[in-house]
């Protein structure tokens, strides 16, 4: 009985390799790359990137710079904000109605004693500016676009009286987030709004006492920063 066995065994080892079935697929061309966060404003980059110009600007006038597009022209999607920098109320000299008013050389008229600001000037102290977002889209008979103007349906993104030590004022060196999840392809229109207040407006408390004609001649320059930061 043994021996029969072995015999069996010897004949199937010397009958050669067996053969299985078989189905091979090759995924071939792998790749991985990075995404695109890249920020387009009004379709351009730095240093070619709008700057507002408004002015001459008289006491109780409202100006509004128009929108300019701001567009997330990659393929990941990040956080939009803009932050206000490098803010400057400068003097230019006086002309004879600020003498005349009370200012005077390389002094700001501050009673309150606050600002956000560097330079001698005081428009910015007797100012209101905020950042806007067209939320107006029209109906089919004018396409269905958004518009140029500043209305009641579009969307306060931040603003207030430039100057107000009770915390209504313009947040300055701070981060303003204008969309917490600006996809790729997103567009948001946004623009400013600016007015001199006037010394007889009812809301004149923000002046301080301090008159219009102390402000002639002034200028506010500033620094928008717009970033898109990944999520």
Same mark, same amino acid.
């Given at each position: 009985?043994?021996?029969?066995?072995?015999?069996?065994?010897?004949? &199937?080892?010397?009958?050669?390799?067996?053969?299985?079935?078989?189905?091979?697929?090759?995924? %071939?061309?792998?790749?991985? +790359?990075?995404? *695109?966060?890249?920020?387009?404003?009004? +379709?351009? #980059?730095?240093?070619?990137?709008?700057?507002?110009?408004?002015?001459?600007?008289?006491?109780?006038?409202?100006?509004?710079?128009?929108?300019?597009?701001?567009?997330?022209?990659?393929?990941?999607? +990040?956080?939009?904000?803009?932050?206000?920098?490098?803010?400057?109320? &400068? =003097?230019?000299? &006086?002309?004879?109605?600020?003498?005349?008013?009370?200012?005077?050389?390389?002094?700001?008229?501050?009673?309150?004693?606050?600002?956000? =600001?560097?330079?001698?000037?005081?428009?910015?102290?007797?100012?209101?500016?905020?950042?806007?977002?067209?939320?107006?889209?029209?109906?089919?008979?004018? +396409?269905?676009?958004?518009? #140029?103007? !500043?209305?009641? !349906?579009?969307?306060? *993104?931040?603003?207030?009286?430039?100057?107000?030590?009770?915390?209504?004022?313009?947040? *300055?060196?701070? !981060?303003?987030?204008?969309?917490?999840?600006?996809?790729?392809? =997103?567009?948001?229109?946004?623009?400013?709004?600016? !007015?001199?207040?006037?010394?007889?407006?009812?809301?004149?408390? *923000?002046?301080?006492?301090?008159?219009?004609?102390? %402000?002639?001649?002034?200028?506010?320059?500033?620094?928008?920063?717009?970033?898109?930061?990944?999520?």
């Amino acid at each position: 009985m043994s021996v029969l066995v072995l015999g069996i065994a010897v004949t &199937l080892a010397g009958a050669g390799t067996l053969a299985y079935f078989s189905d091979t697929e090759t995924s %071939a061309g792998n790749t991985f +790359g990075a995404g *695109i966060l890249d920020l387009k404003v009004d +379709g351009e #980059d730095d240093p070619n990137i709008f700057s507002w110009d408004v002015g001459p600007m008289v006491p109780n006038e409202s100006r509004f710079t128009g929108y300019q597009t701001l567009r997330n022209d990659g393929n990941v999607t +990040g956080e939009l904000t803009v932050t206000i920098e490098n803010l400057k109320c &400068l =003097e230019h000299g &006086l002309e004879e109605p600020e003498n005349v008013a009370g200012d005077k050389p390389n002094f700001q008229w501050d009673p309150d004693s606050y600002s956000q =600001e560097s330079g001698y000037g005081e428009l910015w102290d007797q100012s209101i500016f905020s950042i806007y977002e067209d939320s107006d889209v029209h109906g089919a008979d004018d +396409g269905g676009v958004y518009d #140029d103007q !500043k209305d009641w !349906k579009d969307h306060k *993104i931040v603003g207030g009286y430039a100057d107000d030590p009770g915390g209504g004022d313009v947040p *300055i060196g701070v !981060k303003i987030v204008l969309d917490s999840d600006f996809e790729p392809g =997103e567009t948001i229109d946004v623009g400013g709004y600016l !007015k001199f207040l006037p010394d007889d407006a009812g809301y004149g408390w *923000i002046l301080d006492g301090v008159p219009n004609n102390a %402000a002639m001649g002034d200028e506010v320059k500033f620094d928008l920063k717009f970033e898109l930061i990944q999520k």
